[in-house]
């Protein structure tokens, strides 16, 4: 189905950073880990006025005149910008397991979004795809209703302005602007990539009637499949047609195909056409409509999302946000800065940054948990100034549990401070073997005008001096946002 995937849809996606077998090659990426691909999902297109004004050319008067064979590529040459606008309702069914006494029920899923972007091509990979863009969000509205449950999502003004990185059929983004949420990030990977759409254009010249298969790549931007295990999706040159005075030629594509994807199993049915202008040679507009089902190990269908997805696009003049000059001074290859993920919680009035290797693993009560994709974690808990213990005392507690779980100290370093009033900082550390591992414990107390904060870093050996570096950045971001 559509690049408007049925997982954003069809629930929200835990904070994670991605598995290490993900991760691309082609740039240093080392703290950039690509996001996995999810399953896209289907909608009706909802037309904007300028959509529906070109729904109302393609009412068009096919060439008369005899059109010898054409090839039909768009080239995305470093500096090429677009403008994309995008339309998406959908709605479904998915089927939740049997509970204890219940049979299975059934979750009603709809949505609908409204996306419009300008972008500009950045780089090129060795391979001549696109491998780097810059992104300007002007709007970004996603709703959905989940069972009887209503959800809401943007990307925040600040940080609309994004490159993306092309890793294999993910786009890795961050922003020049500041750090992202994962939920932002998550909203940019539902888009279209249109530089893959290439691949529903034929590799040679062609004439009306003349028919091919759609590339690979170009199914799995369509699908999210991760895998592709069977099936096709054809092509078709249907005619060449003059639209407001610009030669065209329209293409229709359809097909079934199943694989594999991050949400296991799933067969597409997909059925649509697009317009490629032929005196500025890029795809225009696309419509497709399509059903995706999901099925179980046994191949039953246990849910299924359907509707209609319209893509609009067009050339344009560099937009000043995305020229050179709007350009200059900003960090546009990936760094430790710029890749930076936020966690806000509002419910506990916490903020803090963290590296995408790093993940909020869970909440309880007034503790936050943080795993590190090579399995050191953080434990942070909220509390008010009077409950928050003096780090004499902490260091206290420590040395008493440690004793408690017969533990070996290797090495110890005192309590100091990190930084002072207003928003105060103080640590130690234990190198210690526990339970026949050896760790790295490091404990910092924090104290702001809001409340405190106690942070307990459970690291393991290996690149220590980096897993150290990132728990205190991580502790130095800590920002309490309301009193506790």
């Given amino acids: 189905m559509m690049r408007t995937r049925a997982r954003f849809w069809l629930r929200t996606p835990p904070p994670n950073p991605l598995p290490a077998t993900e991760r691309g090659s082609q740039t240093n990426t080392s703290f950039l880990p690509p996001l996995s691909v999810a399953g896209r999902g289907l909608g009706r297109g909802v037309c904007a006025p300028s959509l529906l004004a070109l729904l109302g050319m393609l009412i068009a008067v096919p060439s008369a005149a005899a059109q010898a064979p054409v090839r039909l590529r768009e080239a ?47 780089a090129q990979g060795q391979d001549g795809r696109v491998g780097k863009t810059v992104r300007l969000y002007r709007r970004v509205e996603f709703q959905r209703k989940v069972g009887e449950q209503d959800q809401e999502s943007t990307i925040r003004p600040a940080v609309r302005r994004l490159v993306l990185l092309r890793l294999a059929q993910s786009e890795v983004p961050y922003s020049p602007d500041g750090p992202l949420l994962w939920g932002e990030i998550d909203q940019v990977r539902t888009d279209v990539f249109t530089p893959a759409l290439n691949g529903l254009l034929p590799a040679g010249a062609v004439s009306s009637g003349d028919r091919w298969n759609a590339s690979l790549e170009a199914v799995q931007e369509l699908t999210d499949l991760e895998r592709i295990e069977a099936g ?16 065209h030629a329209r293409i229709s594509f359809s097909g079934t195909v199943s694989g594999v994807g991050e949400d296991g199993r799933s067969r597409h049915q997909l059925e649509g056409y697009f317009f490629f202008d032929m005196e500025s040679n890029h795809l225009s507009y696309l419509s497709l409509s399509g059903v995706q089902q999901m099925l179980d190990k046994d191949g039953k269908v ?25 350009l200059r001074g900003l960090a546009l290859e990936p760094n430790e800065d710029n890749t930076l993920l936020l966690y806000e919680n509002p419910d506990l009035g916490l903020r803090c940054l963290h590296p995408r290797r790093w993940r909020v693993a869970g909440v309880s009560g007034r503790q936050v948990a943080l795993d590190e994709k090579g399995g050191s974690g953080m434990l942070v808990t909220v509390d008010a100034l009077k409950q928050t213990p003096t780090t ?48 790295v414990l490091t404990y910092f107390v924090v104290r702001q005008a809001a409340g405190g904060v106690t942070v307990v870093a459970r690291l393991l050996p290996a690149d220590l001096a980096t897993l150290s570096r990132e728990a205190e950045r991580i502790v130095r971001s800590i920002q309490l946002t309301r009193p506790q």
């Fill in 232 to 247: 096709t999706v054809g092509c078709k040159l249907e005619q060449f047609a003059t639209l407001s005075g610009r030669r």
């Fill in 302 to 326: 246990v849910g299924k999302v359907e509707g209609n997805f319209v893509l609009t696009r067009r050339p344009q003049p560099r937009v000043r946000e995305l020229s050179d000059e709007g």
């Fill in 76 to 122: 995305f040459a470093v500096g090429y910008e677009y403008h994309v606008s995008t339309r998406v309702e959908l709605t479904g069914t998915l089927t939740l397991p049997p509970e204890k006494d219940k049979g299975p029920q059934s979750l009603t899923v709809t949505g609908k979004s409204a996306i419009e972007y300008d972008e500009r091509v950045l």
């Fill in 392 to 439: 004499a005392a902490f260091l206290q507690e420590v040395q008493t549990w440690l004793q408690q779980q017969k533990a070996t100290t290797l090495a110890a370093d005192g309590p100091r401070a990190l930084q002072g009033p207003p928003a105060s900082i103080e640590r130690f550390a234990m190198d210690v073997t526990l339970k026949g591992e050896r760790v």
